[in-house]
């Protein structure tokens, strides 16, 4: 019932030449995937190249950060009506790179999620707790304290929720299919709780997802999808996983 969501977060990796290249050799890899949302979301730099190419494409382009306001004077700083005009319908929000090491608070992302949201992009709202909190025992507490934060006063239309455990990130650690599912059954369970139509929106599990164990996270009853870091850089290895979460 929900369409499986496979999201590539490439980070501060590929100039508009690589993003040309990987563009050209994904495609043709995935055109017969027509049961699997795709999206892609390059560096800023790196989104006309993606915009030109995918034109005529069903994948989305993502962007990996915006600002909570709309214009003015923040050196440095996106707007959502920037995103749009490069080609993205959807933003990344609340990585925890993002929190980590640009002090983005739940307050923060609650206010970036609004402007996106009041400018029609998606948002893919990321938590996920550390490992010293889950060996604490309190990976649920966490997850609530995110959730009831960064979603104050959000209604869940256009919104994916990613579980991004961050001792799991870059690691090559993945949790396992049922840590995951159990942080994503919980997660729906906030949600069910809190909001109307928590039953349709799709969770993604995020952190080391590689070709070899998307099968078995997409075997998850609450798994709808994945946003992939190191293993979205290669159009092969992409392909593999956006492929593994087809047929679910
Ligand atoms: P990873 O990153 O797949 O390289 O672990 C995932 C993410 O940070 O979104």
Redesign the pocket.
């Known amino acids: 019932m929900r369409k499986p969501f496979i999201?590539a977060?490439w980070?501060m990796h590929m100039i508009s030449g690589e993003t040309e290249a990987f563009i050209t050799a994904f495609l043709p890899l995935v055109r017969d995937v027509k049961d699997v949302d795709i999206l892609i979301a390059p560096p800023f730099t790196s989104l006309a190249a993606a915009s030109r190419l995918l034109q005529s494409s069903p994948i989305i382009i993502g962007a990996q950060n915006v600002h909570y306001e709309e214009k003015g004077a923040f050196t440095g700083e996106i707007s959502p009506a920037m995103l749009t005009d490069s080609g993205c319908s959807c933003v990344?929000i609340g990585?925890?790179?993002r929190r980590q090491y640009f002090s983005e608070t739940d307050e923060i992302v609650n206010k970036k999620i609004r402007t996106a949201r009041k400018n029609s992009l998606e948002v893919i709202l990321?938590v996920g707790e550390s490992l010293e909190e889950r060996e604490a025992g309190k990976t649920f507490h966490v997850l609530e304290q995110q959730l009831a934060g960064s979603l104050k006063d959000i209604p869940l239309s256009g919104m994916t929720i990613?579980y991004?455990p961050i001792w799991?990130?870059?690691?090559?650690k993945t949790a396992s299919n049922e840590q995951a599912n159990e942080a994503h059954a919980f997660i729906r369970g906030w949600l069910r709780k809190n909001r109307e139509g928590a039953d349709h929106i799709r969770i993604q599990y995020?952190?080391?997802?590689?070709p070899d164990n998307i099968a078995g996270m997409m075997a998850q009853p609450d798994v709808d999808g994945?946003?992939?870091?190191?293993?979205?850089l290669k159009p092969d290895s992409f392909a593999a996983i956006v492929t593994g979460a087809s047929a679910k």
């Open positions: 999201a977060n980070k990344i990585h925890s790179e990321c990613a991004e799991a990130i870059g690691t090559g995020g952190g080391s997802v590689k994945a946003l992939v870091g190191g293993a979205s």
